[in-house]
T-cell receptor, first 117, second 115 residues
Framework: AQKITQTQPGMFVQEKEAVTLDCTYDTSDPSYGLFWYKQPSSGEMIFLIYQGSYDQQNATEGRYSLNFQKARKSANLVISASQLGDSAMYFCAMREADNFGNEKLTFGTGTRLTIIP | ETGVTQTPRHLVMGMTNKKSLKCEQHLGHNAMYWYKQSAKKPLELMFVYNFKEQTENNSVPSRFSPECPNSSHLFLHLHTLQPEDSALYLC??????????????FGPGTRLLVL
């Protein structure tokens, strides 16, 4: 079963509009971390935002915010006032401990976001 | 200066060739990772090194051989690869392996094509 599910393979959004990228996760571990990364066409994965499972408030970093709904196991990324430079692949990832106590980072399949001028 | 560098950025090789991918991190981190990113598939963790010791081998075929001579450098030696090994290979580092809240810092990747 998939640990991280991103149901939107691609999205087109008008410049300056807000966009929400969906991410749901599956874990039985009470302690975990959720990450969002941006991957431009150049290839590198750029860290955007982090949410800890025990964090009471939703994480925010500039134009990025994470809509964390723990009971629903969702961690959607919200980008406000989108810009042309936001066009990229976006990956949701979860960090949790495996059965041997090792930390694992599991990625979703990604969402390709295209910002339209 | 980019925190994590990878060379080469692009590589084309035949199935009988031997080549190596190099990763270098300038962040003072102690953990380094190799990932494989194939089209339309999630990122797959291949190897983890923590303080130069391999702590994870995610059932990777032996035609991929990692080497970590020190905490700043990580290599992936390739030999007798198959066309399905064509992918983007990403290197990453983090301060240490075990920490839920710490992100990993990624390099730009090596795009590998096996003919």
């Amino acid at each position: 079963a998939q640990k991280i599910t991103q149901t939107q393979p691609g999205m087109f959004v008008q410049e300056k509009e807000a966009v929400t990228l969906d991410c749901t996760y599956d874990t039985s571990d009470p302690s975990y971390g959720l990450f969002w990364y941006k991957q431009p066409s150049s290839g590198e994965m750029i860290f955007l935002i982090y949410q800890g499972s025990y964090d009471q408030q939703n994480a925010t970093e500039g134009r990025y915010s994470l809509n964390f709904q723990k009971a629903r196991k969702s961690a959607n990324l919200v980008i406000s006032a989108s810009q042309l430079g936001d066009s990229a692949m976006y990956f949701c990832a979860m960090r949790e401990a495996d059965n041997f106590g090792n930390e694992k980072l599991t990625f979703g399949t990604g969402t390709r976001l295209t910002i339209i001028p | 200066e980019t925190g994590v560098t990878q060379t080469p950025r692009h590589l084309v090789m035949g199935m009988t060739n031997k080549k190596s991918l190099k990763c270098e991190q300038h962040l003072g981190h102690n953990a380094m990772y190799w990932y494989k990113q194939s089209a339309k598939k999630p990122l797959e963790l291949m190897f983890v090194y923590n303080f130069k010791e391999q702590t994870e081998n995610n059932s990777v075929p032996s035609r991929f051989s990692p080497e970590c001579p020190n905490s700043s450098h990580l290599f992936l030696h390739l030999h007798t690869l198959q066309p399905e090994d064509s992918a983007l290979y990403l290197c990453a580092s983090s301060p240490r392996e075990v920490s839920v809240g710490e992100t990993q810092y990624f390099g730009p990747g090596t795009r590998l094509l096996v003919l």
